[in-house]
């Protein structure tokens, strides 16, 4: 079985400031680890994912996201938040020793800068 | 980059008749896609995988002859909700991995359905 914590409804961060939405995971494999974007009612638009290699993974619209596979974490972060940046991020892993394709999502954290 | 086309946006209709949701992939196969439901503030739930030309699979509680499947070709796949009720009411989501592709998922925008 495999699954992902979020562990943050939401996360406030004034503009300009760092972030970071934190995300934990449980699979018996290899972890394959992706970060998405929602805004409201859209679909999910891909930021990253980790599947080998470097542990600090970059992104789209300057995100990244650090890999520790010891605390079983895939963090998500921005060194400065922009107002845009708010929206709904979702993490989300799959077991990649196995051919499920399917990927399993955490509850969401709701990111919300202030200008 | 791929894009997921999914129609309709949004829906309303009477309980007890059906909906027909469209995924497509505009640029790219897709051999798999898969739908998801989305409740308000909630995570996606994963209904079904759906696979070009053969049967979807189904996850556990989601019944099968009420979400119909149909995966008919390497860009089109469709979601009917049959006898649809009120508390069948969600935001679906459908997605597709490129056919050989790297492992990433595109996603449609989504479909809200309201039913009456």
């Known amino acids: 079985a495999q699954s992902v914590a979020q562990p943050e409804d939401q996360v406030n961060v004034a503009e300009g400031n760092p972030l970071t939405v934190k995300c934990t995971y449980s699979?018996?494999?290899?972890?394959?680890l992706f970060w998405y974007v929602q805004y409201p009612n859209r679909g999910l638009q891909f930021l990253l994912k980790?599947?080998?290699?470097?542990?600090l993974v970059k992104g789209s619209y300057g995100f990244e996201a650090e890999f520790n596979k010891s605390q079983t974490s895939f963090h998500l972060k921005k060194p400065s938040a922009l107002v845009s940046d708010s929206a709904l991020y979702f993490c989300?892993?799959?077991?990649?020793?196995?051919?499920?394709?399917?990927?399993?999502f955490g509850s969401g954290t709701r990111l919300q800068v202030q200008p | 980059g791929a894009v997921v086309s999914q129609h309709p946006s949004r829906v309303i209709c009477k309980s007890g008749t059906s909906v027909k949701i469209e995924c497509r992939s505009l640029?790219?196969?897709?051999?798999?896609m898969f739908w998801y439901r989305q409740f308000p503030k909630k995570s996606l739930m994963l209904m079904a995988t759906?696979?070009?030309?053969?049967?979807?699979?189904?996850e556990q509680g989601v019944e099968k002859d009420k979400f119909l499947i149909n995966h008919a070709s390497l860009t089109l796949s469709t979601l009917t909700v049959t006898s649809a009720h009120p508390e069948d009411s969600s935001f679906y989501i459908c997605?597709?991995?490129?056919?050989?592709?790297?492992?990433?998922?595109?996603f449609g925008s989504g479909t809200q359905l309201s039913v009456l």
């Open positions: 997605s597709a991995r490129e056919t050989g592709g790297a492992e990433k998922l595109f």
């Open positions: 699979v018996s494999g290899n972890p394959y």
């Open positions: 980790y599947i080998t290699g470097d542990n």
């Open positions: 989300a892993v799959r077991d990649g020793s196995t051919g499920r394709r399917a990927l399993t």
């Open positions: 640029d790219f196969q897709a051999t798999t």
């Open positions: 759906s696979n070009e030309g053969s049967k979807a699979t189904y």
